[in-house]
């Protein structure tokens, strides 16, 4: 009797979640990624809520922990640095989290730790799906043909595997923010500290800093707007940058300078993915490309880790019993469904008004904000205003899972 064998495409935190569950579960797992080699970098992302659970099971909290990004709070600063309010980051569910980690060294961590088996090639994209009763098979650019029990599509926000396959208009319904943010490194200097500093300016614009384990800072330049700025050549988007951020306050001309060389800057427009069905036959997708909730929305890291865990518990019935026949693969995957779409919808509904709130436009409002951020983050309120990084948070237990070894 074969293992019945899963393709995942995308090798970032859902798709190295879903290999590590399916296959300690018993599948056979290929996994595909487009980027030549593994993709280090990107910002920092937190583990919360029944993530911290699906971790522990992974046997990796120490391994998050000792990638900590050396945070050790939050807090809301003035235009000449001084801090205006503290947000609380105390417990788990602070606005720095207990376990904060590059989204680049969390994806390391998964794959170092993927247990023997897992098959995984760089360089390679799906160029077409054919999903059947009896097996969907893909080929790739690389003019493999996989005939599989399941395609994961874990490609984040960007998706094209999903473009081929859900192709109805109606299948997706992106949520454009109306935020752009971007991201970048730049060198570390004697004024910062270990704290994630959060200056918000008038015009809906915000400047942020936040240490990296690597001696360097994290910079955020966001602003509320559709500038179209993503695709852009990098001297146009150093200049619209420019030109948005400059003189604004705070740190805003050191970040636009350190913004001017890194290597790692990128720009992204908030875009949250929702959809009626996040499966399609054998198809199924997991992470940001099914339901993208944006840094907005928070938890994304969260729920694309737990999704791979409650994707293998999904198939518990026929564990350990060969290829899987069309109607288990539609059970399981409705029971997949039917356990995190209550995680997703609980991040995903951010009310245009906390937007608003978030990126002030006019002075009033940030002085309105102001005000606000001095009534929320004061005692006795504290508590509640932790409540909006509680996310991934649920009381059911997690369903159970059967290995196989
Ligand atoms: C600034 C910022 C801050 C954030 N903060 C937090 C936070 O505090 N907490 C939190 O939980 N989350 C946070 N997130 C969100 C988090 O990073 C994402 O939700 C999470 O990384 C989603 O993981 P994913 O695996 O679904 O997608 P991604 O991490 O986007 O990975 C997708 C992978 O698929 C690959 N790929 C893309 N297209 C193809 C293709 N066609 N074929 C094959 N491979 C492909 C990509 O190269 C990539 O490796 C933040 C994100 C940002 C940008």
Redesign the pocket.
């Known amino acids: 009797m074969s293992a019945p064998h899963a393709v995942i ?7 190295l979640s879903a290999a590590w569950w399916l296959r300690r579960t018993g599948w056979a797992v290929t996994v ?4 030549p080699a593994f ?1 280090d970098g ?5 583990v919360r809520g029944v993530a911290h659970e699906v971790l522990e099971r992974m046997g990796l909290v120490d391994a998050v922990r000792t990638a900590n990004t050396t945070e050790t709070g939050t807090v809301l600063v003035r235009k000449d640095g001084s801090v205006r309010a503290e947000v609380p980051s105390d417990g788990p569910d602070g606005a720095t989290a207990e376990l904060e980690v590059l ?1 680049g060294d969390f994806a390391r961590i998964l794959l170092d730790h993927l247990p023997d088996g897992v098959d995984v090639r760089y360089g390679e ?2 160029a077409s799906v054919s999903d059947r009763d009896d097996a969907v098979t893909v080929t790739t650019s690389a003019r493999r043909r996989l005939d599989a029990d399941l395609l994961v599509v ?4 960007r ?3 999903r473009d081929l396959v859900f192709t109805d208009p109606d299948d997706v319904d992106p949520r454009d923010l109306g935020v752009t ?1 971007a ?1 970048g490194t730049i060198p570390r200097t004697a004024t910062d500290d270990d704290r994630w500093r959060w200056y918000t300016a008038v015009g809906g614009r915000q400047v942020h800093l936040r240490p990296d384990p690597y001696g360097t800072m994290r910079a ?1 330049l966001a602003h509320v707007g559709q500038d179209d700025l993503v695709g852009r050549d990098r001297q146009d988007l150093v200049d619209t940058l420019r030109r948005r951020h400059e003189g604004v306050g705070w740190e805003a001309d050191r970040v636009l300078e350190g913004f001017a060389t890194t290597d790692d800057l990128y720009v ?1 427009q908030l875009t949250q993915i929702r959809m009626p069905s996040w499966r399609r036959g054998r198809v199924q997708l997991v ?3 099914a339901w ?1 909730v944006t ?1 907005m929305g ?5 729920l ?1 880790l737990t999704s791979g865990y409650v994707l293998a518990t999904s198939f518990a019935d026929v564990t350990g019993r060969g290829a899987v026949d069309r109607a288990a693969v539609d059970r399981a995957l409705a029971a997949f469904d039917d356990w995190m779409r209550p995680l997703v919808d609980d991040v995903q509904g951010i009310p245009d008004a906390v937007i608003r709130f978030a990126f002030p436009r006019s002075r009033l409002g940030l002085a309105a904000r102001r005000v606000a951020d001095a009534v929320l983050l004061g005692t006795p309120l504290r508590k509640l205003a932790a409540r909006v990084t509680q996310v991934a948070d649920t009381d059911r237990p997690l369903p159970p899972l059967v290995t196989v070894s």
């Open positions: 495409s995308g090798a970032s935190i859902a798709g595909i990624e487009r980027a993709r990107g910002q920092n992302v937190d989204r994209t799906i874990a490609e984040g926000v998706s094209t595997t943010m991201f955020i992204d992470g940001d490309a993208c840094p928070g938890g994304g890291a969260s694309a």
